[in-house]
């Protein structure tokens, strides 16, 4: 299974990635800093049109940091985030961001 070390390597990746358009990652051992990872990956990517992030072990910091990546993204529009660890401060993180980002259409957050 994926962890956090493997999310970050893939942000890495997707920052520079101009043709992957969907990355499934759910069922994964995927944290906090996997997650944070992934979001910073996410505010260079132009590409990438869906995020699965379900069944994870992602919290507060973990959505607040792909919040920060969703800010700036200009791809996204499908994002699941259901079955984490998500409370009240990761989705006020995540809605923060929604005032900024126009391409998202879906957010899962079921099961947090």
């Known amino acids: 299974q994926i962890g956090d070390a493997g999310a970050a390597g893939l942000g890495e990746g997707i920052a520079a990635n101009a043709a992957l358009t969907?990355?499934?990652?759910?069922?994964n051992k995927i944290d906090n800093v996997g997650a944070v990872g992934l979001g910073e990956g996410l505010t260079a990517n132009a590409a990438l049109t869906t995020l699965t992030l379900g069944i994870n072990r992602i919290g507060?910091?973990?959505?607040?940091?792909?919040?920060?990546?969703?800010?700036?993204?200009?791809?996204?529009?499908?994002?699941?985030?259901?079955?984490n660890k998500i409370c009240d401060a990761g989705a006020v993180g995540l809605g923060e961001s929604l005032a900024a980002n126009t391409t998202l259409t879906t957010l899962d957050l079921n099961w947090n």
């Open 60 to 83: 507060d910091a973990g959505a607040v940091g792909l919040g920060k990546g969703l800010a700036t993204n200009t791809a996204l529009t499908t994002l699941d985030l259901s079955s």
């Open 22 to 27: 969907k990355l499934h990652l759910s069922s």
